[in-house]
Each structure stands twice: as C-alpha cells, then as structure tokens.
C-alpha cells in the first residue's frame, strides 16, 4: 500500500540520548514535513524540504535537525533530548509546494524521560 | 493570538444530528482552506479542500469559507458513530512553500 511509513511507532528514550525518527514514502512526492502535534497546540511544523537536496525550518525548529538525500527518505534527528521534546511526531508529503493537500504517517509516539 | 484558532470541544451529538465545527483566522492572505479528519492514534487525512469564498459539498459534508468574516466552517449532516474524530482546519497562503498552519482541533463524538 503506498503512503508514508514512520519508524519507530513507539520510543521512551532517556533524556540527553540522540534519537532518528524515520520517514519513508512510496508516492514520489517531492515535498515533505515534520509536525509535532501536542494537546492544545496543534499540529506545528517542525522542518520541511520541497525537494531532494533542500530543508527550512519551520515553526519550533530548535532541537532538531532534518537531512533529505534522496526524494523517498526524510528523517528527523534529535541531537540531545529533551523532555520538552515528549510529543507525537508526524511526517507528511505534498505533491505539489504550497497546495495545502498533505499526506500523513501514522505517527511516532515519543517520551522523553 | 494564534493565527488560526479553533474550539477544540469535545463536541458530542446524538447520531443523526447536524454537527458545525468552525474556525476563525487572523491572516487575510489564506487563499486555501481544508479539513483534516484524524482518528484515536491515527494521522490526519484530508477531507476537504477549498479554494477562497463559497461552499464544497462532499456527500454528507460541506465546506464553507467566508473570507470576509475570516471564518470557516465544515457542516456534517446526518452524523454517524464513525465520524467520531478530530477534525483539524488548516489553511495556506497562495504560493507559500507548503507552511500549512493548523487549528487545534476539535474532538467529535457521535453517540449511537
């Protein structure tokens, strides 16, 4: 089945440890997100890449830190955790560059201890 | 003051009932507007999509825009136990590189 593929869906990691979420899509999407999404703020953009080669940051980009070498793989590293960190992350890729029309992972469930 | 903001409810309603989930946005420049359904550990899926001022209809849901009032709005008619979600707004300014900006959300639950 095409779509986004996240790993891991599920991680407690110790604060101060380095963690890669990674995100995988089938789609040949040339856009793709990081959102963090937390109770009662929503979902923020963390960082993002239009294309092969590029990344911006995004709304809370501190912390964190993205690589796009290739159009499939997008994934999401934390340098030094922190237990600010603790959320619900999710990848997402667009077709197109400011559509709106955004395709999402099932998630990566983090806790930050 | 968040440039979008949402009631994040929760919102329960009888099944059959007509559900409004609303939103209103500080930013003139947001030409694109769409609804995310996202189920109990799920990520979020498009529902809708408009382009500036108006109505989209889709089956039972209809998606309204009123650029003038800065508010918009999703109608579910004849609600169902499987449209119990959180229904995110979201919206985009023409041309911007793809930073979508989201409401919190509003938690749906339609009681059989």
């Known amino acids: 089945i095409a779509g986004i593929t996240q790993a891991p869906t599920s991680q407690i990691l110790a604060a101060g440890r380095r963690m890669t979420l990674r995100c995988t899509q089938d789609?040949?999407?040339?856009?793709m997100y990081w959102y963090r999404q937390d109770l009662g703020l929503g979902l923020r953009l963390i960082h993002y890449s239009n294309t092969a080669g590029t990344t911006g940051k995004g709304e809370v980009p501190d912390g964190y830190s993205v690589s796009r070498a290739n159009t499939d793989d997008f994934p999401l590293t934390l340098a030094s955790a922190v237990p600010s960190q603790t959320s619900v992350y999710f990848c997402a890729s667009s077709p197109g560059v400011g559509t709106g029309e955004l395709f999402f992972g099932e998630g990566s469930r983090l806790t930050v201890l | 003051q968040k440039e979008v903001e949402q009631d994040p409810g929760p919102l329960s309603v009888p099944e059959g009932a007509i559900v409004s989930l609303n939103c209103t946005y500080s930013n003139s420049a947001f030409q694109y507007f769409m609804w995310y359904r996202q189920y109990s550990r799920k990520g979020p899926e498009l529902l809708m999509y408009t382009y500036s001022s108006g109505n989209k209809e889709d089956g039972r849901f209809t998606a309204q825009v009123d650029k003038s009032s800065k508010y918009i709005s999703l109608f579910i008619r004849d609600s169902q136990p499987s449209d119990s979600a959180t229904y995110l707004c979201?919206?985009?300014?023409?041309?911007?590189?793809?930073?979508?900006?989201f409401g919190q959300g509003t938690t749906l639950q339609v009681k059989p």
């Open positions: 979201a919206m985009i300014r023409s041309g911007n590189t793809g930073k979508l900006i």
């Open positions: 789609m040949r999407h040339n856009a």
